[in-house]
């Protein structure tokens, strides 16, 4: 407990502690720190009872945690304080109208402040008046934050029965991609592209953090293009396969990516989990999994007939399950089914946010070092569990 930011009262409670550690009695610890011998013992009580616990944390988790825990013991229980002016109705009455879009209530703001909370309510004869302050402690005790937002994606699959399916589809691909690998060597594979990776170069270079003030990094950059990262997670192994990065993610960059996954086991099966972009189930990517897989069919044309002829034969040739190289794609809209979307969200906030890169070259070298990075120190298989049935019932 460091005497120079500690409370004065948490530096008392832990010098009871540790004179009591030092064989000193409750009366002389009371003379010597101004306390009497009663108030003494409580403490030393409370420090007893939250002993073993303190050991554990002490063991098993981080010294902020024990600091905490310890900070917690030595300080007074909460006190239950004056009795509240506003009733439960009333308070119900606010946290609803905290769950309204502001709009409703002639506010052209996207989201309530605690202030505005608290104005309309008033306006609204809920109550006389009432604090912005007391306003955000209902909401905190709810564990409502209204200041808070964060995106997600709706499927646009106009089907229920048909997202059903493929949602359980992908979810059994991952819960048997072990059992698969273990029975008979098949690779299981997320892929998908990270588009628009900018090399960004600072024009001044970044501060780093010292006492009391975090890292700074300078805001206008100099521009050098733009690439893309063609990725694979294995699911089973989590960790990230052979990667192309370059400036496009055309219908030929696919194929050549796979061709060059494949050269990791020419004679493996692979399952690959993509989206449903259009580079997914094209007529190049449909010849090279008939040739790799040895299938003696006539393709047909695309546009007119057999398997090339639309987006729907194409991918239920590729998704074929008695091929030893298919696909499984995901429902429209639906990317964050993809594994693989949570590896990108750690290359983003690791490298590209607040990296700063000399020349698109530089960005591809520094994103080639963190994947090979990655896989050394952080790649571990999910603990997939998610089956997609309370989904399903909310999509229907």
Not at 122 to 131: A, D, E, M, T
Not at 307 to 336: E, G, N
Not at 364 to 377: A, E, G, I, M, R
Request: glycine share 6%.
């Amino acid at each position: 407990m460091r005497a120079t930011t500690a409370p004065s009262r948490l530096r008392q409670r832990a010098s009871i502690i540790l004179m009591g550690f030092d064989g000193l009695r409750n009366q002389e610890i009371a003379e010597a720190v101004g306390l009497v011998h009663r108030q003494v013992g409580r403490w030393r009580r409370r420090w007893a009872n939250a002993w073993e616990k303190l050991i554990n944390i002490e063991c098993c988790e981080t010294r902020a945690k024990l600091r905490h825990a310890i900070e917690a013991v030595l300080t007074d229980e909460p006190r239950p304080g004056a009795p509240s002016k506003f009733t439960p109705e009333q308070v119900t009455q606010i946290l609803a109208i905290a769950c309204e879009p502001p709009e409703k209530s002639g506010r052209p703001i996207t989201h309530w402040t605690a202030r505005e909370l608290a104005d309309e309510v008033v306006k609204r004869g809920i109550v006389v008046s009432i604090s912005s302050s007391q306003v955000s402690r209902y909401l905190d005790e709810a564990a409502l934050q209204p200041h808070k937002s964060r995106y997600w994606l709706n499927t646009t699959e106009k089907d229920p029965q048909r997202f059903e399916e493929q949602v359980k589809t992908v979810c059994d691909t991952y819960l048997m991609a072990s059992e698969r690998e273990r029975n008979d060597a098949t690779h299981t594979v997320c892929i998908d592209e990270m588009t628009g990776l900018q090399a960004l170069e600072r024009i001044a270079p970044t501060k780093g953090m010292i006492a009391e003030k975090c890292e700074r990094i300078e805001f206008e950059y100099i521009r050098h293009g733009t690439l893309c990262l063609i990725g694979n997670f294995e699911v089973t192994t989590g960790k990230m396969l052979t990667q192309t990065i370059g400036p496009t993610r055309t219908e030929a960059d696919f194929v050549r990516h796979i061709e060059q996954t494949l050269t990791l086991d020419p004679e493996g099966s692979w399952v690959f989990i993509a989206d449903n972009l259009n580079i997914h189930c094209t007529e190049s990517l449909v010849n090279q999994i008939a040739v790799a897989c040895e299938i003696p069919l006539e393709l047909g044309k695309k546009g007119k007939r057999g398997v090339l002829k639309s987006v729907a034969s194409r991918q239920a040739f590729l998704s074929d399950t008695s091929h030893r190289i298919r696909f499984v794609y995901l429902p429209k809209h639906s990317s964050w089914l993809n594994q693989i979307e949570v590896i990108f969200g750690v290359i983003m906030r690791k490298v590209i946010r607040r990296g700063s890169f000399t020349s698109v070259n530089d960005l591809q070298s520094k994103l080639l070092n963190f994947l090979t990075y990655f896989n050394k120190v952080f790649a571990k298989p999910f603990r997939w569990t998610y089956t997609g049935r309370p989904l399903m019932k909310s999509a229907a």
